[in-house]
């Protein structure tokens, strides 16, 4: 498997956009399940999911049934409706992906925030999951380089990725090389959005 900083795969599948659920109590989507098997069987193993996306069961029921031995494949998933309680999102996470951990744990989107002490506080519970070994590692999505200011005031570890649109009709001015400066990663979603529009 390929990687770049921190060890993040380069290619990975998201089952978000595509397969998205609006209703969280709907019924397993058993296609959703073999697509998932059939990008493992394909060389696939960095599989990105997040709760918002109501799809963690499907993904989890899919990495079980596929047999690949856990530390071949590279699991990311978020926190988005649960950000008021980390702890409690990331062993529901677990719990519906059937796994003891994930490799990458992140925030979706810093639009829950009120205040910087929100963001604060939100990453200080990120870190904690960290420690406890329920996450490799522990990143962000979509933030701007204000999110970043107020989380690294009081962040003990950094967060090792940004996932965030980025393309060029896009460029979110001076964040990358905030990023750089900080030794955060970017990961650009959307990058060939430009292309189809």
Do not use: C
């Not at 098997?37 to 799809?55: M, P, S």
């Not at 926190?79 to 990331?90: E, H, L, Q, S, Y």
């Not at 005031?153 to 009709?169: D, F, G, L, R």
Request: charged residues 25%; without cysteine.
């Amino acid at each position: 498997m390929t990687t770049f900083h921190n060890d993040i795969p380069l290619l990975k599948l998201n089952d978000g956009t595509a397969w998205y659920k609006k209703d969280p109590n709907a019924k397993l989507d058993r296609t959703l399940v073999e697509a998932i098997k059939t990008a493992i069987k394909l060389g696939y193993h960095h599989l990105d999911g997040a709760e918002f996306y109501n799809t963690e069961p499907e993904l989890g029921l899919a990495i079980k049934e596929s047999k690949m031995e856990r530390e071949k494949l590279f699991v990311t998933t978020k926190v988005f409706k649960n950000i008021g309680d980390v702890t409690k999102a990331i062993d529901m996470s677990l719990e519906k992906l059937q796994l003891d951990y994930v490799d990458l744990y992140l925030i979706h989107s810093p639009s829950f925030a009120k205040s910087d002490e929100d963001l604060q506080a939100a990453w200080a519970a990120m870190e904690k999951v960290k420690k406890d070994g329920k996450a490799k590692s522990i990143g962000v999505s979509n933030y701007l380089q204000s999110d970043f200011e107020a989380t690294l005031k009081t962040a003990t570890i950094i967060p090792s990725i940004n996932q965030t649109e980025y393309h060029p009709y896009l460029q979110r001015e001076g964040l990358l090389p905030f990023q750089q400066q900080h030794n955060i990663a970017m990961a650009a979603y959307g990058p060939l959005t430009p292309i189809t529009k």
